[in-house]
């Protein structure tokens, strides 16, 4: 009777399996993505680029990664890092319209809160310190990550002891 009924699970199993992409699919915050070799390759690619301060090229790749068709297991945070690559290139307003890409496209990513962080990094680069304060707020208020919401906290006394009068302050501690 087991034997039988494991035949019988295999027999539905088989078409399933059989017509299976040679990718398979993750279930992630941003739906369920595609996993590429070749896309993992490329990543890992212009991490070791970014950690070697070579900017430009990394923001490149992980840019590619973006602009594919299909979501990846990598895009999400390749959205953050391309970001991130030109943050430090000091283009804090591309790096503001990427994010804001990126969140309005991966609101539950994983990567919220560091793009959130990034975006207040930004801000505050374009004297923008209100939006910095409410990115920095923001960030530590959603970090389960210690150090990204110690960071946060410590950005953000610095936006508002020293860029922000007190009803500004007010008014970013009210949203």
Excluded: W
């Excluded at 017509?19 to 490329?42: I, K, W």
């Excluded at 809160?113 to 004297?127: F, N």
């Amino acid at each position: 009777m087991v034997r039988r009924r494991f035949v019988s699970f295999l027999f539905f199993l088989t078409p399933i399996v059989a017509s299976a992409s040679p990718a398979f699919c993750l279930a992630s915050g941003q739906d369920t993505v595609l996993y590429q070799p070749a896309v993992e390759r490329n990543f890992q690619d212009a991490m070791r680029l970014f950690q070697g301060h070579s900017y430009q090229t990394a923001f490149a790749i992980f840019e590619r990664i973006v602009d594919q068709r299909e979501n990846t297991h990598r895009t999400s945070a390749s959205y953050v890092m391309a970001a991130k690559s030109l943050y430090r290139l000091g283009e804090y307003q591309s790096s503001v319209a990427l994010l804001r890409k990126f969140l309005d496209r991966f609101e539950k990513s994983e990567y919220v809160d560091d793009a959130v962080y990034t975006l207040g990094l930004d801000y505050y680069q374009l004297e923008q310190y209100k939006e910095s304060a409410r990115s920095f707020l923001n960030a530590r208020q959603i970090s389960g990550d210690t150090a990204l919401a110690a960071r946060a906290e410590k950005m953000l006394g610095m936006a508002a002891s020293t860029n922000l009068e007190i009803p500004e302050l007010r008014e970013v501690l009210r949203d």
